[in-house]
């Protein structure tokens, strides 16, 4: 490669990996550190403890909670989204319609609103007052109803799915439908010739040849999904009602900012991304043995 060549790559690699130490490695590493210490965030003075402040947090009942509800909104809403996006990607790349076009990007529209917004506009959905849920029941023949779905830790973690299946679903089913667009025409009509119908083409023929797009899909959907979670939850339940709602991310902002404990904040966002980059890790081992 001439040394002129090298140049105009550095030149367009450099900026971004600047970026992304700045703002993503950097910081990381300095709440690392911050993680051993009691610090308010806002003192000159920094009180070393060594791993008190990870020990604490494995004895935090409300750590433990959110714990769980983020594995019950990262466990649920992939079966969810996955599953839709992958029925609908395989529906449209089928089915040769004119409409086909006018819902594909009326399924991807979601994903281009801010994730604020999303939880806005679903806070108004679900208002009990005049949200169109209630509306709806009411419709249906419920005139007393009066459901309060983000108010009742029986229904609030279950109604914060919905809001996140609106918006990511159209995402992965454009991933999807790119996939499969690349499975060559000719192993479809081999498996025809063979006799294979609609579901062992897919199970044979589909799946294998995207597996790889599955399996980046996964691991992107795991972070995105905690990153989502935090923005929703925060504009629409604040980790309520009595934490049924709370997730990690929720609780460490609250902790780091709001209770100016930072150094247990940092202890906690630090365990996050430790388990995070674990289960990526299975993942990816996982889908490289089934493929």
């Given at each position: 490669?001439?040394?002129?060549?090298?140049?105009?790559?550095?030149?367009?690699?450099?900026?971004?990996?600047?970026?992304?130490?700045?703002?993503?490695?950097?910081?990381?590493?300095?709440?690392?550190?911050?993680?051993?210490?009691?610090?308010?965030?806002?003192?000159?003075?920094?009180?070393?403890?060594?791993?008190?402040?990870?020990?604490?947090?494995?004895?935090?009942?409300?750590?433990?909670?959110?714990?769980?509800?983020?594995?019950?909104?990262?466990?649920?809403?992939?079966?969810?989204?996955?599953?839709?996006?992958?029925?609908?990607?395989?529906?449209?790349?089928?089915?040769?319609?004119?409409?086909?076009?006018?819902?594909?990007?009326?399924?991807?529209?979601?994903?281009?609103?801010?994730?604020?917004?999303?939880?806005?506009?679903?806070?108004?959905?679900?208002?009990?007052?005049?949200?169109?849920?209630?509306?709806?029941?009411?419709?249906?023949?419920?005139?007393?109803?009066?459901?309060?779905?983000?108010?009742?830790?029986?229904?609030?973690?279950?109604?914060?799915?919905?809001?996140?299946?609106?918006?990511?679903?159209?995402?992965?089913?454009?991933?999807?439908?790119?996939?499969?667009?690349?499975?060559?025409?000719?192993?479809?009509?081999?498996?025809?010739?063979?006799?294979?119908?609609?579901?062992?083409?897919?199970?044979?023929?589909?799946?294998?040849?995207?597996?790889?797009?599955?399996?980046?899909?996964?691991?992107?959907?795991?972070?995105?999904?905690?990153?989502?979670?935090?923005?929703?939850?925060?504009?629409?339940?604040?980790?309520?009602?009595?934490?049924?709602?709370?997730?990690?991310?929720?609780?460490?902002?609250?902790?780091?900012?709001?209770?100016?404990?930072?150094?247990?904040?940092?202890?906690?966002?630090?365990?996050?991304?430790?388990?995070l980059f674990i289960i990526s890790l299975l993942i990816m081992r996982f889908t490289q043995r089934a493929e």
């Amino acid at each position: 490669m001439k040394k002129k060549e090298k140049l105009f790559i550095l030149t367009f690699l450099v900026p971004p990996l600047l970026i992304y130490l700045v703002f993503f490695v950097f910081p990381f590493l300095d709440s690392f550190r911050k993680s051993f210490y009691k610090w308010s965030g806002y003192s000159s003075s920094m009180e070393f403890i060594g791993l008190d402040n990870f020990i604490n947090a494995l004895k935090d009942p409300i750590v433990l909670q959110a714990l769980y509800n983020n594995l019950y909104f990262i466990v649920l809403s992939s079966i969810i989204i996955l599953f839709l996006a992958m029925f609908f990607a395989v529906i449209f790349t089928r089915k040769n319609y004119p409409e086909i076009p006018f819902y594909r990007v009326l399924f991807f529209f979601p994903n281009m609103l801010s994730i604020v917004i999303v939880g806005i506009i679903w806070v108004f959905i679900f208002n009990p007052s005049f949200g169109l849920v209630n509306a709806f029941l009411k419709l249906i023949g419920f005139s007393d109803a009066n459901v309060v779905l983000l108010g009742s830790e029986n229904t609030v973690k279950a109604a914060l799915l919905a809001p996140q299946v609106w918006m990511q679903l159209g995402f992965y089913m454009v991933l999807f439908i790119a996939a499969i667009n690349t499975v060559p025409k000719s192993l479809y009509e081999a498996a025809e010739i063979d006799g294979a119908g609609e579901i062992r083409k897919f199970i044979s023929v589909t799946i294998p040849n995207i597996w790889y797009t599955l399996q980046i899909s996964f691991v992107f959907f795991l972070i995105n999904s905690v990153n989502n979670t935090f923005a929703l939850i925060s504009v629409s339940t604040q980790g309520g009602p009595n934490r049924a709602s709370e997730v990690i991310t929720t609780y460490f902002y609250e902790q780091a900012f709001i209770n100016s404990n930072f150094g247990y904040g940092s202890a906690i966002a630090t365990g996050l991304f430790v388990l995070l980059f674990i289960i990526s890790l299975l993942i990816m081992r996982f889908t490289q043995r089934a493929e």
